[in-house]
């Protein structure tokens, strides 16, 4: 369904695409008939008995295609142990064989049994030569193909992890600052409570740090969301209230680390900070249609120089979504009367999903 960026399938090492899945064997046949028309067009003349062997053509093909698919496949686990170098030698190798072995069972039935008009002014090498320079330009083609395609895959996945990476590094909350005077000013008055915020920002700091490549539980981000919010809520007392309705929300549910601190920063710093009473902060949690849905509510502050933002966290935020789970996710802004709304949409994902 969808994939973490570190991939810890070892068959990605291996260029060959795995032939043994029903869409690989499908796309098979599909391009087998197709090359089987292209054979029955090729001659400049087109003549009734062309069109009559075009059945004959194509169970050729298909012979060759699926026993050549059928070979990579078995040989699939040993070729995991070589180099791509190898592998792309071995592979040729055995397209070939199998080609040369059905092209040989072939002329045998039509030459015994007289099916067919085509090979009747060819001789066995001239049959047997005309498959195998076809069946080896194919086959160099196709492998190829698949070469570059391999290594369009990681430079992709590469490039992801890279971006990935940098969003990661770029999502510094700017509350860090006053996050250290906070501590600074209760360490002599309340050494408890200053270690206690301490450790929370250690916590933070640290998932900030590691590489987010693959999805936490849910009830991971909620603690570190928690963690974020005990350290706001000590510099900003009972300016700052935040009401969870987050009951239908599963602990198993799979989402990106550190997903909810820059939304709940946003609403701090655009809609609490600036009014002197502060505000409230609402956190719903709903599924609808196999899709979560979580809104983030916040009054909206009607001082100008705070309510106006770069967008960078959310911009992020939405870059990150799209690398997780390739579209299938969004985010959204709103205003309503007096309060601001974001809004995320994300696909229900249980760790043993978020692995396929």
């Known amino acids: 369904m969808y994939k973490t960026i570190s991939d810890k399938n070892s068959n990605d090492a291996l260029f060959l695409p795995d032939f043994c899945d029903l869409k690989m064997v499908f796309t098979v046949v599909i391009i087998g008939e197709l090359l089987a028309f292209i054979l029955t067009l090729a001659p400049l ?3 009734q008995q062309r069109w009559n062997d075009l059945a004959l053509i194509s ?19 040993v070729f995991r142990k070589y180099s791509n170098q190898f592998v792309a030698a071995a592979s040729y190798l055995t397209l070939l064989f199998i080609i040369v072995i059905i092209s040989e069972v072939s002329f045998f039935i039509i030459n015994y049994y007289q099916i067919s008009s085509i090979i009747s002014s060819t001789s ?4 047997l030569l ?10 160099a083609l196709a492998l190829r193909y698949f070469y570059i395609q391999h290594q369009w895959r990681i430079k992709v996945q590469t490039e992801s992890k890279t971006k990935l990476q940098l969003l990661q590094a770029r999502i510094r909350p700017h509350f860090l600052f006053n996050s250290m005077n906070t501590i600074a000013s209760l360490t002599r008055t309340q050494p408890k409570v200053a ?5 929370d920002l250690a916590e933070l700091f640290r998932m900030l740090l590691k590489d987010q490549n693959e999805l936490i539980l849910w009830s991971h981000e909620l603690i570190l969301s928690q963690r974020y919010l005990d350290i706001e809520k000590q510099r900003l007392g009972e300016r700052l209230c935040v009401h969870w309705e987050i009951d239908d929300i599963p ?6 680390a550190l997903l909810l601190q820059p939304l709940l920063e946003n609403a701090i710093f655009h809609g609490i900070e600036p009014e002197i009473k502060g505000g409230t902060i ?3 949690g709903e599924f609808k249609q196999k899709n979560l849905i979580i809104s983030i509510q916040n009054s909206n502050s009607k001082n100008p120089a705070h309510r106006d933002g770069n967008q960078m966290a959310l911009e992020n935020i939405r870059e990150r979504l799209r690398v997780f789970y390739q579209g299938n996710a969004s985010i959204h802004c709103k205003e309503e009367n ?19």
């Open 338 to 356: 007096e309060f601001y709304f974001t809004i995320l949409k994300l696909p229900y994902l249980t760790k043993h999903e978020d692995q396929l």
């Open 282 to 284: 609402w956190v719903k």
């Open 45 to 47: 003349s087109i003549e």
């Open 251 to 256: 602990d198993k549910m799979m989402v990106p």
């Open 59 to 77: 169970l050729f093909i298909q012979w060759n295609g699926l026993l050549g698919s059928s070979g990579l496949c078995l040989l699939r686990p």
């Open 130 to 139: 005309h498959n195998l320079l076809i069946g080896a330009i194919i086959s």
């Open 124 to 127: 066995h090498w001239e049959f």
């Open 195 to 199: 270690e206690r915020i301490t450790e």
